[in-house]
């Protein structure tokens, strides 16, 4: 995918989702820039290693407030829907990046770009 809001000039995306979000993303006014977290950075957890998709940082369109988002981007956000596993290593990302962030890094999983832009401004 060709983007101008990425790191890079190109997108290789890994499902139907995040190319749905990241064309999103490149749309969304508030997102400055983004870049897909390449799978070797990886978090250890008790469950196995987990590699989250996506960095994004935004402005508010006020200019009132940047934020670094960190998102795991996936076709259902109801806990109901994901693998044990899955669901287990991103409750330690949430809790691992609340931590070594001391709260400035958000965490969030991201169906689409409602759910991106929830996550990022919410507080």
């Known amino acids: 995918l060709e983007v101008s809001k ?6 290789k995306y890994d499902s139907k989702v995040e190319k749905q979000l990241a064309e999103a993303m490149e ?6 820039t983004y870049a897909k977290i390449p799978t070797s950075f990886k978090i250890t957890t008790p469950v196995g290693n987990y590699s ?12 009132t407030r940047k934020v670094f988002f960190i998102a795991e981007s ?5 806990e109901k829907d994901l693998k044990g596993v899955e669901n ?15 709260g400035r890094v ?8 409602n759910d991106l832009r929830l996550n990022l401004f919410s507080d």
């Open 6 to 11: 990425n790191v890079y000039d190109g997108l």
């Open 27 to 32: 749309r969304d006014s508030e997102i400055e």
């Open 52 to 63: 989250p998709d996506w960095a994004v940082i935004a402005k508010k369109t006020d200019g």
């Open 74 to 78: 996936k076709g259902s956000d109801e």
């Open 88 to 102: 287990a290593k991103i409750t330690c990302a949430r809790q691992h990046f609340a931590v070594v962030s001391n």
């Open 106 to 113: 958000k965490y969030g999983v991201a169906t689409d770009i």
